[in-house]
């Protein structure tokens, strides 16, 4: 288990390179010499990757349905080997932004498939573990953006060509994901429902114990009508209730401004005072601890109720984005900056230890069987589309309004989203969820 755990969050780890990059590579390509970029050019060379992904989660829940989990993260994995190399490649901006955009395309598939499949192939009682693993390889993958960043912008910090350097460094564990691959098994669940039922049982014989695969498969036999539904079947009907949720729970993760930080650090750190080769050294910070962060979360967040960690999680990163909208009023200088960093590590552990593991978590747990692949790809599209509004507008806002004023918009966008959580997020922790009945109670006891 833990070798097939290690190669599907091998997109996890893409998935987080290639939105962390930017940070570091961004002051380069912004180069007169390069791309030539102002702040609307920043925001959209940044955001033009999460309009893609919004798309690519969009569809890939469908795909995944008909070709499978296994199959769908080999093309991603693809995908993402060659859409890194032409980005590094790219003469001009608008290039750039065509390869950024399907780059996003691959980013936004394995946000969609990966946690879906973890959640089809571990055993059930540590399903939380395994599926949050993801979101460990996710910042691990951030925080090799940043050391790279770090080393390679220290080392030829004059050489404004060295982003493309930074970028196609992301090719080479996609290539170890395309051919780790082959290895693991496809999704037991996507099996039985399209009619393998012997591989099935076999999968689940391989990863669960003996009571676990059986309890498994009578949950399955159960409901032999279960299938799949399609979007409109789900949109238009009942299930838009159960939908919603995870809707409002996606947009929740977002608009406290948690990738503003992950995309912007290195500009963030800039408007402290704070050198270019010293902010990229401050961001391996902001990306150690996210990596702690989310490593101690692995280990705890399937183990309590996820509804009450996240209002935790949320109360504590509204308090610390309250602080930093007062601090940044308040102090300049030296001051300032260690305050800043400060208070953002203290926000990193709220966000990528509780808000942003339990978000995945709880989706993954949320929709039963028949709505499972429809409800994922429309939740993950809005989280991709709140992401893309976050990353689009900061740089514009920070340069029109000062860092004070920002993460005062944040932290007001904080108490919104504790209420959503506290009123309408129901507690899927040991929620099997494989009828639309369950949903449907699931949402009734919130």
């Keep these: 288990m833990r070798h097939t755990t290690s190669v ?26 390069q791309l030539n970029l102002n702040a609307a050019n920043q925001g959209l060379v940044s955001s033009v990757l999460i309009l893609g992904a919004a798309l690519g989660s969009m569809f890939t829940g469908k795909v995944s349905g008909i070709y499978g989990r296994h199959r769908v993260v080999q093309w991603i994995a693809s995908l993402f080997i060659a859409a890194n190399v032409l980005c590094s490649l790219s003469p001009n901006k608008y290039i750039f932004i065509v390869f950024r955009f399907i780059l996003g395309i691959a980013v936004g598939a394995a946000s969609e498939v990966i946690p879906v499949y973890l959640s089809e192939i571990s055993p059930i009682n540590a399903r939380g573990m395994v599926v949050t693993r993801n979101d460990f390889k996710i910042v691990l993958g951030q925080f090799f953006a940043y050391v790279v960043n770090a080393i390679i912008g220290g ?12 970028l196609v460094m992301a090719s080479l564990p996609a290539l170890i994901l395309l051919l780790e691959n082959r290895s693991i098994p496809e999704s ?86 704070l050198t270019r080769s010293s902010s990229l050294y401050g961001n ?28 935790i999680g949320l109360l504590g990163s509204t308090t610390i984005l309250t602080c930093l909208s007062i601090v940044t009023h ?45 409800g994922m790809s429309i939740s993950t ?43 309408f997020v129901p507690e899927t922790k040991n929620n099997l969820l494989t009828s639309t009945q369950q949903g449907h109670q699931a949402v009734k006891s919130a």
């Design 8 to 33: 599907i969050t091998i997109g996890g780890l893409l998935f987080g390179y290639d939105t962390g990059v930017i940070n570091g590579a961004l002051p380069f390509m912004s180069s007169a010499s």
């Design 155 to 166: 080392l030829f910090p004059n050489v404004m060509w060295i982003w493309r350097v930074m």
């Design 188 to 273: 037991p669940i996507w099996l039985w429902k399209n009619g393998y039922l012997k591989k099935a049982k076999a999968v689940m014989s391989r990863y669960l114990r003996p009571s676990e695969a059986k309890e498994e498969a009578h949950e399955l036999q159960a409901d032999p009508e279960v299938e799949a539904q399609s979007f409109q079947s789900v949109v238009f009907s009942s299930n838009i209730k159960l939908v919603l949720v995870g809707v409002g729970l996606a947009i929740v993760q977002q608009i406290t401004g948690i990738n503003a930080i992950m995309y912007y650090g290195t500009l963030m750190l800039e408007r402290t005072g």
């Design 284 to 311: 391996i910070i902001i990306g150690l601890v996210s990596v702690i962060s989310v490593s101690v979360s692995v280990r705890i967040v399937g183990r309590f109720l996820r509804k009450k960690l996240l209002l």
């Design 330 to 374: 308040l102090l300049s200088g030296p001051r300032l900056t260690v305050a800043v960093l400060s208070f953002i590590t203290l926000f990193l552990i709220c966000q990528q230890g509780l808000i942003s593991p339990l978000t995945w978590l709880i989706l993954s747990e949320l929709f039963p069987v028949d709505i499972r692949d429809v």
């Design 381 to 423: 599209f809005f989280v991709w589309m709140a992401d893309f509004a976050v990353s689009l507008v900061y740089p514009s806002l920070m340069s029109a309004l000062g860092l004070s004023s920002v993460f005062r918009i944040f932290a007001g966008c904080g108490v919104l989203c504790i209420l959503f959580v506290y009123l």
